[in-house]
């Protein structure tokens, strides 16, 4: 079955440190994608990345950066130089080749200090 | 174009009440679902529509009913309202194609069942 597991529930940070999110994800399919998404405190969910199984890239975006490696299952994102309003709700979540619904983790809250 | 936007933003009903939650998008996508969000569970997909007339159950389906008249929109029904469906439900749309169709979400609901 599918799963996504993100283990930090809470991560605080003060201005300007880097920071790590992690994702792990199980599925059997050999095709799939993965998604983050960032939930403001506004509560709209804002999409950041999809990724396919077959695309193991690493990207960067400005500040953001993700770390996609098949050998751990893992899905990791990073923000360099955290930001006050980089704080919210991120979410990891997955979606297999053969279906169109998300399976989504429970979410790391991120807050970043001044 | 507005995206995907929620009608209404917030509701309060008593047990046993009946609500219908609208949904509505404008970028001509195939694809329509419906999640609610409980705190420490993430998003959990309730119902979704592959095409206009179509529904499929997701994870969470009981106690809640779906119809997809028109393209553009997905209603979500509570026949019968319990406490636990006390949540914040997003809909979200995708294009059918290519796989792994990125879902784009609205604004989110309130719900609250007294």
């Known amino acids: 079955a599918q799963k996504v597991t993100q283990a930090q529930t809470e991560i605080s940070v003060v201005e300007k440190e880097d920071v790590t999110l992690d994702c792990v994800y199980e599925?059997?399919?050999?095709?799939?994608?993965l998604f983050w998404y960032k939930q403001p405190p506004s509560g709209e969910l804002v999409f950041l990345i999809r990724?396919?199984?077959?695309?193991?890239q690493n990207e960067i975006s400005g500040r953001y950066s993700w770390n996609f490696q098949k050998s751990t299952s893992s899905f990791n994102f990073t923000i360099t130089a955290s930001q006050v309003v980089d704080s919210a709700v991120y979410f990891c979540?997955?979606?297999?080749?053969?279906?169109?619904?998300?399976?989504f983790g429970t979410g790391t809250r991120l807050q970043v200090f001044p | 174009n507005a995206g995907v936007t929620q009608t209404p933003k917030f509701r309060v009903l008593k047990t046993g009440q009946s609500m219908t939650l609208l949904c509505a998008q404008d970028?001509?996508?195939?694809?329509m679902y419906w999640y609610r969000q409980d705190p420490g569970m993430g998003l959990r997909l309730i119902h979704y529509?592959?095409?206009?007339?179509?529904?499929a159950k997701g994870e969470v389906p009981d106690g809640y009913n779906v119809s997809r008249l028109k393209k553009q929109n997905f209603l979500l029904g509570l026949e019968s309202a319990a406490p636990s469906q006390t949540s914040v439900y997003f809909c979200?749309?995708?294009?059918?194609?290519?796989?792994?169709?990125?879902?784009?979400f609205g604004p989110g609901t309130r719900l609250l069942v007294l």
């Open positions: 979200a749309s995708s294009y059918s194609r290519p796989a792994g169709r990125t879902q784009y």
């Open positions: 599925t059997r399919d050999t095709t799939y994608y």
């Open positions: 990724r396919n199984s077959f695309d193991e």
């Open positions: 979540a997955l979606s297999e080749g053969n279906t169109d619904k998300l399976i």
């Open positions: 970028m001509n996508h195939e694809y």
């Open positions: 529509s592959v095409g206009e007339g179509t529904t």
